[in-house]
């Protein structure tokens, strides 16, 4: 017996499985570019600041929306010195003076040669600290700023209704 779908329902099979394949991309066969090695290495162990962080690809990928970061160890800090740099199949990107030892993490985006994007990450150590500072004091004291404020109305809110209650209470037992 073969299993009949109505013609509405496999129209939307067959699109669903198109739609996956396009945004999901797709088997392990599939054209994407395959990053091949890295610089620094994954899992490497380093001593000292590397100028840039580099990125080999198993072909030429396309310079566009071509995203190279590399994080410090707490997971937030940036690294790069300027935008990311893509000749044929290597990407890289300049790098500052690192500062804290620890784990460091090279991210990366950027779009195949078939146009699918590829993303993934690198983890790298640094064994000692550079003399490099996280982030320029301003930037940090403005984000401080925005995400250190509190909103005051459910303080307010919750004040009102415990006194509204504690008021009927009151009310309730000197009547009785
Ligand atoms: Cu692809």
Do not use: K
Request: glycine fraction near 10%; proline fraction near 9%.
């Amino acid at each position: 017996m073969t299993s009949r779908l109505s013609f509405p329902l496999r129209t939307a099979v067959v699109l669903g499985a198109a739609a996956c394949a396009t945004l999901l991309g797709a088997p392990a066969s599939d054209a994407h570019s395959v990053l091949l090695s890295s610089s620094p290495a994954r899992d490497a162990a380093i001593a000292t600041s590397p100028a840039e962080a580099v990125l080999v690809f198993n072909e030429s990928v396309e310079n566009s929306f071509t995203e190279l970061a590399v994080l410090g160890p707490d997971g937030g800090s940036h690294w790069e010195a300027a935008p990311a740099s893509v000749v044929d199949a290597r990407v890289s990107v300049p790098l500052r003076p690192l500062g804290p030892a620890g784990a460091y993490t090279i991210r990366y985006r950027v779009t195949s040669a078939d146009g699918h994007p590829v993303s993934g990450t690198v983890p790298f150590r640094l064994t000692a600290a550079g003399p490099g500072a996280a982030s320029p004091p301003a930037a940090t004291a403005a984000s401080q700023g925005a995400d250190g404020t509190v909103p005051l109305w459910p303080w307010i809110t919750g004040g009102a209704v415990l006194l509204g209650t504690g008021f009927a209470v009151a009310r309730r037992l000197s009547r009785g």
